[in-house]
């Protein structure tokens, strides 16, 4: 968080770890299937959103519920009910106290499953995402258990389900964060008015919003099914010429059968719907796909015709040519390539002008909604953003798939925020979250890089070996994207930096260091950068820097909190960008943070945090003027697009 954090507690800190853990790099379980529900003429999708019943435990008794087997029936005989959202989160949707709740709540609903699916086929259970730790039941059946928020679970539910009658689900989440999850908390019990009481604390600076948040599927596969897609694209040097290697697995009995060959046909469709490609692979379930001419995938600004996607059918075929399955799904053809100085789309040299963001509103907190993913994406490209980091954890599926549509470039960040304290454990999870997030967003074209962590505590010893593994671990994922890490420690303290790709640095001058100092900005950055581009000789992102504002509140000149002064802020960090981007090396600005937040309860956050460009309600502040502008400049400057005819506003006609 604020520099002056670090140099406060730096002393101690160093001090107090000084000794360095031994690490090992131990293997973590795969991910398997998961593939994005989708609707084919051999699979069919039912969504389970809409009002469950809800039951929060008693703090001091979280495993009760295990305990006394409330999956066992319907919650309601266990304990009063409550109706309950999904998807959303539960803390901001009734009016007492379980916002702060901590421990274990409960979910349960009924549904129906058509006599038609008894046949020949399998089902699925599929979560997009439930914080933090998941236990699933049907029928009183334990199906799964997931632990990591933010990224979506799966299992079979074929055997459980009871066919042309009613069926119920049972989940008891927990949003309990220790030292050994992803991301870090603590659980302690302290004395208040009746006794005593549990509390949770975190570092980190959002609100630990948790329930079930993305949407709940039950999908039908054929017996013998496509289980994975994985695919990768190349372009020829002069971008006319398109290639997408394609892999597929296949989950069921038909793959085991020695005398059956199964095959994949893959056809490649354009945006109109024309055949552009097709190949037929024998036996190796896997092939290549030639487009010429090509339209590459190109960012938002970039190019007159951005976030091209082609789409991909992939058939799976039984020897005899019967069709076993069908998965479409869509694809960008890009290349991606980075060294010391510069990342590249397509051989073009690209600046990241974008936001540090999340994924918060009112009232439904971290829970899917269309309405507002939609908004969101009209803002950045109203404004004239081109990138995103997915701060500081997965972001939505459904919020992917627009954003390669879009032409919106992501910084996909695993859930690895402010990390205190390293251990073999946590590395374990760490790379887990790592594996899980790649499994979802391989074939994503808009995520052109991994952040492995935001400001961990990288002056540690134990970071150094620590990150080496977790970098390590991610290249060994993914070799086509580089790795990054959004840091805060003094670049002379940093040990994480040497396992990565591109660094990014976060740092709030004239807020948390030399707080209304609008004249101590722009050295100040110039000078980090460069400190930090010389220590690991790599491109540099400033990848946070803003200021809280108050919307409404106008002081002039500008003071700590009213919109002048985030205006000033930001224009002070333009002009450090400016003399940066001159070095070749500088590769993108980042504002922390596209909208207000809600964070913990502390006396430095007024209703949370209030660095957004615009408000929780996606509305303007001043400075998403002053930040349009400058977006949109540099998109003329860099990439020759064209202002919008509203950019500015009439002044005068001079003639002089
Ligand atoms: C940071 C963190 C971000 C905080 C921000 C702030 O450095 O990465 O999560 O919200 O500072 O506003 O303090």
């Known amino acids: 968080m604020a520099l002056s954090f670090f140099s406060l507690v730096t002393g101690l800190y160093v001090l107090h770890f000084s000794i360095a853990l031994i690490l090992v790099n131990k293997e973590v379980p795969s991910t398997r299937g998961m593939l994005y529900p989708r609707e084919s003429e051999t699979r069919e999708v039912r969504s389970l959103d809409g009002i469950w019943n809800f039951v929060r435990s008693d703090q001091a008794n979280p495993t009760q519920g295990v305990r006394d087997e409330w999956y066992a029936k319907e919650l309601s005989k266990s304990r009063p009910t409550i109706p309950m959202p999904v998807p959303a989160s539960y803390n901001d949707i009734t009016t007492d106290n379980l916002r702060d709740h901590v421990g274990t709540v409960w979910y349960d609903r009924k549904f129906f499953v058509p006599r038609s699916w008894a046949k020949d086929q399998r089902i699925w259970l599929r979560f997009g995402s439930v914080h933090y730790e998941a236990y699933v039941w049907i029928n009183g059946q334990k199906v799964v258990k997931h632990e990591m928020g933010h990224l979506p679970f799966e299992a079979e539910v074929t055997d459980l389900l009871n066919y042309g009658a009613e069926n119920r689900i049972t989940v008891m989440c927990d949003n309990a964060l220790i030292q050994t999850t992803v991301p870090q908390g603590r659980i302690t019990e302290v004395?208040?008015?009746?006794?005593?009481?549990?509390?949770?604390?975190?570092?980190?600076?959002?609100?630990?919003?948790?329930?079930?948040?993305?949407?709940?599927?039950?999908?039908?596969?054929?017996?013998?099914?496509?289980?994975?897609?994985?695919?990768?694209?190349?372009?020829?040097?002069?971008?006319?010429?398109?290639?997408?290697?394609?892999?597929?697995?296949?989950?069921?009995?038909?793959?085991?059968?020695?005398?059956?060959?199964?095959h994949v046909q893959a056809n490649l469709y354009d945006k109109e719907g024309k055949l552009v490609a097709n190949a037929t692979s024998d036996g190796k379930l896997g092939g290549k796909l030639q487009v010429n001419p090509v339209k590459p995938w190109w960012p938002y600004l970039m190019h007159p015709e951005p976030g091209y996607l082609y789409q991909l059918e992939i058939k799976l075929l039984a020897t005899n040519d019967e069709l076993l399955d069908v998965y479409r799904?869509?694809?960008?053809?890009?290349?991606?390539?980075?060294?010391?100085?510069?990342?590249?789309?397509?051989?073009?040299?690209?600046?990241?002008?974008?936001?540090?963001?999340?994924?918060?509103?009112?009232?439904?907190?971290?829970?899917?909604?269309?309405?507002?993913?939609?908004?969101?994406?009209?803002?950045?490209?109203?404004?004239?953003?081109?990138?995103?980091?997915?701060?500081?954890?997965?972001?939505?599926?459904?919020?992917?798939?627009?954003?390669?549509?879009?032409?919106?470039?992501?910084?996909?960040?695993?859930?690895?925020?402010?990390?205190?304290?390293?251990?073999?454990?946590?590395?374990?999870?760490?790379?887990?979250?790592?594996?899980?997030?790649?499994?979802?967003?391989?074939?994503?074209?808009?995520v052109v890089m991994w952040s492995i962590a935001n400001e961990p505590r990288t002056a540690s010893v134990s970071a150094d070996s620590y990150f080496e593994l977790v970098a390590n671990f991610t290249r060994s994922l993914d070799k086509t994207r580089p790795i990054t890490a959004a840091i805060a420690v003094p670049n002379t303290q940093d040990k994480a930096g040497r396992s990565l790709d591109i660094i990014s640095f976060n740092r709030y001058n004239a807020w948390y260091s030399n707080a209304g100092r609008l004249d101590m900005v722009t050295q100040n950055v110039i000078?980090?950068?460069?400190?930090?581009?010389?220590?690991?000789?790599?491109?540099?992102?400033?990848?946070?820097?803003?200021?809280?504002?108050?919307?409404?509140?106008?002081?002039?000149?500008?003071?700590?909190?009213?919109?002048?002064?985030?205006?000033?802020?930001?224009?002070?960090?333009?002009?450090?960008?400016?003399?940066?981007?001159?070095k070749g090396w500088f590769i993108g600005e980042f504002v922390w943070n596209f909208a207000d937040f809600k964070t913990a309860q502390t006396y430095t956050r007024v209703g949370g945090n209030k660095k957004g460009v615009f408000t929780r309600a996606r509305q303007p502040k001043a400075a998403a003027h002053l930040l349009r502008k400058r977006y949109f400049a540099l998109g003329r400057d860099l990439d020759q697009c064209s202002f919008p005819d509203d950019l500015f506003t009439y002044i005068a006609d001079l003639i002089s």
């Not at 993913?373 to 980091?389: E, P, Q, S, T």
């Not at 919307?551 to 000033?568: I, R």
Request: proline share 3%; glycine share 6%.
């Open 191 to 262: 004395p208040n008015d009746g006794g005593m009481t549990i509390v949770q604390s975190y570092t980190f600076d959002f609100f630990n919003y948790a329930g079930i948040h993305r949407s709940v599927h039950l999908y039908t596969t054929p017996r013998t099914f496509i289980e994975e897609v994985e695919v990768t694209t190349n372009l020829s040097k002069d971008a006319t010429v398109g290639e997408v290697f394609y892999s597929v697995s296949v989950n069921g009995s038909a793959a085991n059968e020695a005398d059956n060959v199964l």
């Open 329 to 446: 799904l869509k694809v960008g053809i890009r290349t991606l390539s980075w060294n010391s100085q510069q990342f590249l789309i397509n051989g073009k040299p690209v600046y990241f002008r974008g936001f540090g963001r999340h994924e918060d509103a009112d009232i439904r907190g971290k829970g899917l909604d269309n309405a507002l993913m939609v908004r969101d994406f009209n803002l950045l490209k109203w404004i004239g953003a081109n990138a995103y980091r997915t701060s500081h954890y997965p972001y939505s599926e459904e919020s992917m798939q627009f954003a390669d549509e879009h032409g919106i470039m992501i910084i996909d960040e695993c859930p690895s925020v402010d990390t205190e304290n390293y251990s073999q454990e946590l590395l374990g999870k760490h790379k887990s979250s790592l594996e899980q997030l790649i499994h979802r967003d391989r074939n994503h074209p808009s």
């Open 527 to 582: 000078d980090e950068a460069i400190a930090w581009n010389k220590r690991y000789n790599k491109p540099i992102i400033m990848s946070e820097y803003g200021a809280d504002t108050l919307e409404g509140l106008h002081m002039q000149p500008a003071y700590v909190w009213s919109e002048e002064f985030q205006t000033e802020v930001f224009s002070r960090h333009f002009k450090a960008f400016d003399e940066l981007r001159k």
